[in-house]
């Protein structure tokens, strides 16, 4: 658990990070000025309350910190949570935000002629075995799972393996790397996440932070 009282809330680097901080700040959070600072090479930083700080690690890393006790709150994606599943952690709202997919992908020649309805044991590259292992496990099709931390799309012209499962935005990365995406195993989007003994010890701050957000959103929404 965290060594000190501050509340701590672990946000995710990257595409997410741009889309999450309009809603961290509508709830009434404001980094320091280094967080803004691409030359800053600080993981941690002060916010405009003393009590608070954020920590900005790796999307996959949030939900570990978060469960783990680390942080108290985090914004991770519903792909982060299905991959680990941890059960310290509650998501009370999905922000809306980092929509996506996370989709089967094969070469668009193989998929011409291809049926996933017939598969009955598929090799895949993926940074989501789990994830990937029930999915087809649910359709009794054994998934031999090849863990890869990204660069998924190169898989399958380099002979590691035939198909892919990967997040899948617009499609334009598949559609340059001559692949095509053939089944949908999850629609994505970010969520708020808290850690579930945290929320019994500070029940009332956390819970109140929970609500901030969801007028955020609410807001956010409104507004569109």
């Known amino acids: 658990m965290v060594m000190d009282d501050k509340l701590v809330i672990a946000l995710p680097k990257g595409r997410i990070l741009d889309e999450a901080m309009p809603?961290?700040?509508?709830?009434?959070?404001?980094?320091?000025?280094?967080?803004?600072?691409?030359?800053?090479?600080?993981?941690?930083?002060?916010?405009?309350?003393?009590?608070?700080?954020?920590?900005?690690?790796?999307?996959f890393d949030v939900a570990t910190f978060v469960a783990f006790g680390a942080a108290h709150?985090?914004?991770?994606?519903?792909?982060?949570?299905?991959?680990?599943?941890?059960p310290e952690l509650y998501a009370p709202?999905?922000?809306?935000?980092?929509?996506?997919?996370?989709?089967?992908?094969?070469?668009?020649?193989?998929?011409?002629?291809d049926d996933p309805r017939r598969w009955s044991?598929?090799?895949i590259a993926t940074k989501y075995p789990e994830v990937t292992r029930r999915f087809f496990a649910e359709r009794g099709v054994q998934a031999e799972c090849v863990k890869l931390n990204g660069a998924m799309e190169?898989?399958?012209?380099?002979?590691?393996?035939?198909?892919?499962?990967?997040?899948?935005?617009?499609?334009?990365?598949?559609?340059?790397?001559?692949?095509k995406e053939v089944e949908v195993i999850?629609?994505?989007?970010?969520?708020?996440?808290?850690?579930?003994?945290?929320?019994?010890?500070?029940?009332?701050e956390l819970t109140g932070w929970i609500e901030r957000f969801r007028i955020a959103r609410e807001t956010a929404d409104a507004a569109a």
């Open 121 to 123: 044991h598929v090799r």
């Open 186 to 204: 999850a629609d994505v989007t970010s969520r708020l996440i808290v850690n579930r003994a945290a929320l019994k010890t500070r029940p009332g």
């Open 23 to 59: 809603l961290v700040r509508a709830a009434g959070i404001e980094p320091e000025a280094a967080f803004d600072d691409p030359k800053s090479r600080l993981l941690r930083f002060a916010t405009n309350h003393p009590h608070i700080d954020i920590i900005r690690v790796r999307s």
């Open 73 to 86: 709150l985090g914004i991770a994606g519903n792909d982060v949570l299905m991959e680990f599943d941890y």
């Open 154 to 179: 190169l898989a399958p012209s380099l002979g590691l393996c035939s198909r892919i499962v990967d997040l899948v935005s617009t499609g334009s990365t598949l559609k340059a790397n001559g692949l």
């Open 93 to 113: 709202l999905d922000l809306g935000i980092g929509a996506c997919r996370l989709s089967v992908a094969e070469p668009a020649d193989l998929a011409a002629t």
